[in-house]
């Protein structure tokens, strides 16, 4: 019954390092969205996509990236993982707004904590 | 900007008693969600809250929303352990499901 997969629960990165974060959805969603979690802070967004190949930067864009080559797979990436990355990585995905009054209720994954030493 | 304030943080409760979990946005939306996060796991959305006068409940939680006020409040009534957890609440911006989360509120209920 898994509709939002993280690749991975754990990482652990060095300073400098290329860091892929693959997330993929079975839901058929147009959106999708990576949030990062901080204690004291919430939930804050980075990126996210209305469509395959379309991307649009969030509120703390800054140190990060991220593809969208097919419609059921979003990946973040970090060029140059840094020590103020450290966090918990969170996708979600949602279906497209038409209009009305529809919900666009956001499913998220289980969550990808990262370490940079 | 979209802002969006939850009060208190923190609350400590007891079992059987009630309070209200406060989210306050800054610019208009038509959509506000709540949502749960137990430790260790990502969030489960609870209510989705889509115009003026809205109200919504599922057993002890009760969720509103005001957007002349641009408040919504949950409810708790007569609290268990079982609702221990981080309550975020979270506005639309823009029409495409783009959230923007307070910073969450931490329930513990004590017996």
């Known amino acids: 019954d898994v509709k939002v997969t993280q690749s991975s629960r754990y990482l652990v990165k060095r300073t400098g390092e290329k860091v892929f974060l693959e997330c993929v959805q079975d839901m058929d969603h147009e959106n999708m969205f990576w949030y990062r979690q901080d204690p004291g802070l919430g939930l804050r967004l980075i990126y996210f996509?209305?469509?395959?190949?379309?991307?649009e930067k969030g509120d703390i864009p800054e140190g990060y990236s991220v593809s969208r080559e097919k419609k059921e797979r979003f990946s973040l990436i970090l060029e140059s993982a840094s020590t103020n990355q450290t966090s918990m990585y969170l996708c979600?995905?949602?279906?497209?707004?038409?209009?009305?009054?529809?919900?666009?209720?956001?499913?998220f994954g289980a969550g990808s904590r990262l370490t940079v030493l | 900007e979209l802002k969006v304030e939850q009060n208190p943080l923190f609350l400590s409760m007891q079992e059987g008693k009630n309070y209200t979990i406060y989210c306050n946005y800054s610019?208009?939306?038509?959509?506000l969600y709540w949502y749960r996060q137990d430790p260790g796991k990502s969030l489960e959305s609870l209510f989705v809250l889509l115009s003026n006068g809205a109200v919504k409940q599922e057993g002890r939680l009760m969720a509103s929303l005001d957007t002349k006020a641009r408040l919504s409040t949950l409810h708790i009534t007569a609290a268990v352990h079982d609702l221990s957890a981080t309550y975020f609440c979270a506005v639309a911006r823009g029409s495409q499901g783009n959230l923007i989360f307070g910073k969450g509120t931490k329930l513990s209920v004590k017996p």
């Open positions: 979600a995905s949602s279906l497209r707004h038409r209009g009305g009054s529809g919900a666009n209720v956001l499913t």
């Open positions: 610019t208009t939306s038509d959509r």
């Open positions: 996509s209305y469509d395959v190949k379309m991307k």
